[in-house]
């Protein structure tokens, strides 16, 4: 499967504020509702399948899109945002579990290591197959091709999506004053796994148990995709509530798929080199 479109990253965005430690709310799913989105704080900014519960009020996480936006218009075709391929990811026994020794690792041992980790944390809740988060993670950010981890496994240059300034995108505005994506006016999609900073302050993760919740960090970022995909109660194994993850990351056909397509093709031991 070949699809191409161009990558949309905000190359020119102001450099991003270290995240400081902040407490991850654990979200309370409500039901689902159809209010559309919005553009200033009267109004219902944020739409997707999982409505949760936010301090004193309700708002819904927003619908992501890959290379940074939410779909003003979710019901038209989707496109991605490169060339899709197979996440070239091992899948061998020994390789995704973390067992190589940390100097021999590359990028794509260490973001499969990382997926790898969110799903065994979250495979008595929800069965969610690491497989899912390979193939949303190359929708959504290339599986990193063009960019390096560091040290911590942050990567390098960070993930930035185009400002939520309407048009094609959403009308989202500032919501951190530019903390994570360095932009104080719009906000943008951000790390790997693109989430606006909204809907990280709701499903953000501290997955390598440093003490800070960062979206730019790979354990992070899979970790908190996982615990999205997993809400409302979702058995990721039932074909059904499978589609409804995926969807409730971007709600339309042509994304669900693609993200089907490559979790097949992993799922069937197909891997492409780096």
Request: charged content about 20%.
């Amino acid at each position: 499967m070949t699809v191409v479109c161009a990558v949309l990253v905000a190359a020119a965005a102001p450099a991003r504020a270290e995240p400081t430690p902040i407490p991850t709310p654990i979200p309370t799913p409500i039901p689902r509702s159809g209010l559309a989105l919005g553009s200033t704080a009267a109004e219902p900014v944020l739409r997707l399948h999982d409505l949760v519960r936010v301090t004193a009020g309700y708002v819904a996480a927003t619908r992501l899109q890959p290379g940074g936006g939410s779909a003003a218009a979710p019901d038209r075709a989707w496109t991605p945002p490169a060339d899709l391929q197979t996440p070239p990811i091992a899948t061998a026994p020994g390789t995704i579990s973390g067992t190589i020794p940390e100097r021999q690792r590359t990028k794509y041992d260490v973001l499969g290591a990382a997926y790898q980790k969110a799903a065994d944390a979250l495979s008595d809740r929800c069965h969610l197959p690491s497989a899912l988060l390979m193939a949303l993670g190359e929708v959504e950010s290339s599986s990193l091709r063009g960019r390096r981890l560091d040290k911590d496994h942050d990567v390098v240059p960070p993930v930035v999506g185009p400002a939520l300034a309407g048009g094609r995108f959403a009308a989202i505005r500032d919501t951190d004053g530019g903390r994570l994506d360095g932009d104080p006016v719009w906000d943008r999609a951000v790390g790997p796994m693109q989430f606006i900073p909204g809907t990280w302050r709701l499903w953000g993760a501290d997955g390598n148990g440093d003490g800070v919740a960062d979206p730019q960090n790979v354990e992070d970022a899979a970790l908190a995709a996982g615990r999205y995909l997993c809400a409302g109660g979702r058995d990721l194994s039932r074909p059904a509530d499978l589609e409804a993850a995926i969807l409730s990351y971007n709600h339309s056909r042509q994304y669900l798929a693609a993200v089907l397509d490559l979790h097949d093709s992993v799922m069937g031991g197909v891997v492409a080199g780096p």
